[in-house]
């Protein structure tokens, strides 16, 4: 059975550093999200994209993140200068009309 | 915008009994309602899913009921095993390729 998966499992970076997560969807599907858990916490939804753009964001997503969907399999999240407080699980999820989630990038920021 | 409240936090059962996870929401245009479970460490797996126009939805011994009135919806677990221990959380969208609005969890514990 298809699944989504997700690179690297785990990310340890430096306050400031620019970090990429990356996903590969379900091939077939048509839309891609990024969500967070901060560890113990809800799952919190940050981006979908449909149609080679963005359809939605959250709050959290703000001038410091952006995704990318740089070829026909990868969908990307960078985030360009993190913070402490970015530590967190990333999960990537795909669509068709349900959504699929990814194993997750465990971040940490030192 | 949409808020979705789960009850309980946690949840002790005897393995081999029923398991009642309750959810509200705010935002009457929501009509898209999935229940996910998560195990420690690991990706969040979508159990069953409920749309507005159906009032109750069965898997096995995994069951949702959707009242729209009331806007609240649950997850029933019947026969509880020792492998349904798990984080569980409930969700609600306007499509099912909309964001996800997600409940806090509820951690259920099977006793043995």
């Known amino acids: 059975e298809p699944e989504v998966t997700q690179t690297p499992s785990h990310q340890v970076t430096q306050m400031g550093q620019e970090v990429i997560l990356r996903c590969v969807p379900i091939s077939n599907h048509l839309y891609f999200y990024w969500y967070r858990q901060i560890l113990g916490q809800k799952v919190e939804f940050l981006v979908s994209?449909?149609?080679?753009?963005?359809?939605?964001k959250s709050e959290i997503f703000d001038d410091q993140f952006s995704v990318e969907r740089p070829d026909g399999s990868n969908f990307t999240l960078k985030i360009r200068s993190t913070k402490l407080e970015d530590s967190a699980m990333y999960f990537c999820a795909s669509s068709d009309s349900k959504q699929f989630f990814g194993p997750g990038t465990r971040l940490t920021v030192l | 915008g949409e808020n979705v409240e789960q009850h309980p936090s946690t949840l002790s059962v005897q393995e081999g009994d029923s398991a009642v996870i309750k959810c509200t929401y705010s935002d009457s245009a929501s009509n898209y309602f999935p229940w996910y479970k998560q195990e420690l460490g690991k990706r969040p797996q979508l159990i069953i899913d409920?749309?507005?126009n159906v009032g109750e939805k069965k898997d096995q011994r995994i069951a949702v009921t959707l009242n729209k009135t009331a806007k609240h919806f649950s997850l029933h677990i019947t026969e509880t095993q020792p492998e349904d221990s798990a984080v569980y959380f409930c969700?609600?969208?306007?499509?099912?390729?909309?964001?996800?609005?997600w409940g806090a969890g509820t951690k259920l514990i099977i006793k043995p």
């Open positions: 409920i749309r507005s």
């Open positions: 994209f449909y149609n080679n753009e963005i359809s939605e």
């Open positions: 969700a609600a969208s306007t499509e099912s390729n909309y964001q996800l609005i």
